[in-house]
């Protein structure tokens, strides 16, 4: 097998940042225990942020983007990983610090890696991605904070985008009744095929002659926006509910008051990715393994390839983009 590979590169000239697809040695990839022939990646907003560079997600260059990918390991110095081994990875600084997925071949630690689980396959994994992990992990704390489908509906805000669209798909597979606000009510078909209960857009939870509270109504939340439309439904959860919020794209100021906490007992729990110990990020794994079937995926992501991912990533930025991208590195 060559030593040179297809990738992502960044690399900034005059300030500006330029991203193209190159081929590099493996030489130049960075230290690791082990290194991965990368099957599948994603394009993940993050990734789409630094490729276009509308943000500081990646400070040193030249450097390959990418938060996450899957394929089979190529060479290991750690005893927990053999050649031909199926892995996965998502977060840890990979794709920010760490040369990352949206190339042929990785290098990381090892600690950093989980073993591909039953039931899914590169491409299916990365159908999923760090979005659906991160899905996955606001399901569970909903779970962990006393939230039932007999406790009433569940609202999943921003669900047209990668972590909301299987947020439904997980809740509506749990039994929940599950609402879906979009700020694009004309995927309201997509997202009922996906699971959802109801669709609605963002007004009921927008700013308004409202006061402090609004109408209880339910019993949880994944918040992927932030900003405004988080602090509107606080107001909205019922005595005891929680809400997992996991998103900023509405803003990162939250302009709200103590009313919904000590009037109502709700719980605001927030859910991060990237540092998740194994255990719990293996158990994520296993429970997207069982409970999202390939239809699903299906509906929620489509393909492309490493030489459409520069114009996709700016794409992906304008908000033009619904679901998921998965990139397929051998085009």
């Not at 900034?12 to 130049?28: F, I, M, N, P, V």
């Not at 943000?55 to 390959?64: E, K, L, N």
């Not at 950093?112 to 299916?124: E, H, I, N, Q, S």
């Not at 991605?129 to 991160?134: E, R």
């Amino acid at each position: 097998m060559t030593d040179r590979f297809r990738a992502i590169l960044l690399e900034q000239a005059d300030g500006s940042t330029q991203a193209s697809l190159t081929e590099l040695d493996e030489s130049r990839l960075m230290p690791g225990e082990v290194t991965v022939a990368v099957e599948w990646s994603t394009l993940n907003y993050k990734d789409a942020l630094a490729i276009t560079g509308k943000a500081p997600i990646v400070r040193s260059f030249p450097f390959i983007p990418g938060i996450d990918f899957a394929g089979r390991v190529l060479d290991s110095s750690d005893e927990r990983y053999r050649p031909g081994d199926p892995v996965l990875l998502t977060g840890w600084g990979v794709g920010e610090r760490h040369f990352g997925g949206l190339a042929q071949r990785a290098r990381v630690k090892a600690d950093w890696l989980v073993p591909m689980p039953d039931g899914l396959d590169a491409k299916r994994a990365m159908a999923i991605g760090t979005a659906g992990f991160t899905a996955a992990l606001c399901v569970q704390e909903l779970e962990r904070q006393g939230v039932t489908p007999e406790g009433g509906e569940v609202v999943v805000t921003g669900a047209g985008g990668g972590v909301g669209s299987i947020a439904v798909a997980l809740l509506a597979k749990a039994g929940f009744k599950v609402v879906a606000s979009t700020g694009k009510t004309a995927e309201a078909g997509w997202l009922q095929e996906l699971g959802a209960a109801e669709v609605i857009d963002r007004s009921p939870f927008v700013p308004g002659a409202k006061g402090p509270l609004d109408k209880a109504r339910f019993a949880g939340a994944v918040d992927c926006v932030g900003g405004q439309v988080l602090a509107g439904l606080l107001k909205t959860i019922v005595p005891g509910g929680s809400v997992a919020a996991v998103g900023n794209a509405g803003g990162v100021e939250l302009n709200t008051t103590v009313f919904p906490f000590i009037l109502r007992g709700v719980r605001l729990c927030g859910v991060e990715s990237v540092q998740v110990p194994f255990g719990p990020r293996q158990a994520a794994w296993q429970r997207l393994a069982r409970d999202l079937d390939g239809g699903v995926l299906d509906r929620v992501a489509q393909a492309i390839g490493l030489d459409g991912v520069v114009d996709a990533a700016a794409e992906l930025v304008a908000g033009r983009v619904r679901g998921r991208l998965a990139v397929d590195t051998g085009r």
